[in-house]
Nanobody
Framework: QVQLQETAPGLVKPSQTLSLTCSVS??????????WNWLRQPPGKGLEWMGA???????YYSPSLKSRGSISRDTSKNQFTLQLSSVTPEDTAVYFC?????????????????WGQGTLVTVSS
């Protein structure tokens, strides 16, 4: 059974870089046709997809990140990381990592089938 666990600092100051890590067990982030996603939900708002990392190492980003986001991986630790630079209070949210297994022609058409529990990050001075 796949399990995902997010880790991040609970409080970050404005203009700093936020680093979030997702640790995966029960599956490998290099498993063929797997895609590893970051999403967030600000207080009182809907869920926002931020970006993803494919099993082969390709990355995909939401235009809303405006080049502030970067996703990387450590295959030896079976972890992937999101770095978000120049954070503002608007980046305050619960951040989730989640998995997609592509069973068709377009990976984005498949459901997020495994989720971490989420971690709250607050951006405040």
């Amino acid at each position: 059974q796949v399990q995902l666990q997010e880790t991040a600092p609970g409080l970050v100051k404005p203009s700093q870089t936020l680093s979030l890590t997702c640790s995966v067990s029960g599956d490998s982030i290099t498993t063929s046709h797997s895609y590893w996603n970051w999403l967030r939900q600000p207080p009182g708002k809907g869920l926002e997809w931020m970006g993803a990392l494919s099993y082969s190492g390709s990355t995909y980003y939401s235009p809303s990140l405006k080049s502030r986001g970067s996703i990387s991986r450590d295959t030896s630790k079976n972890q992937f990381t999101l770095q978000l630079s120049s954070v503002t209070p608007e980046d305050t949210a619960v951040y989730f990592c989640a998995r997609i297994i592509n069973e068709g022609s377009s990976w984005m058409d498949n459901p997020l089938d495994a989720w971490g529990q989420g971690t709250l990050v607050t951006v405040s001075s």
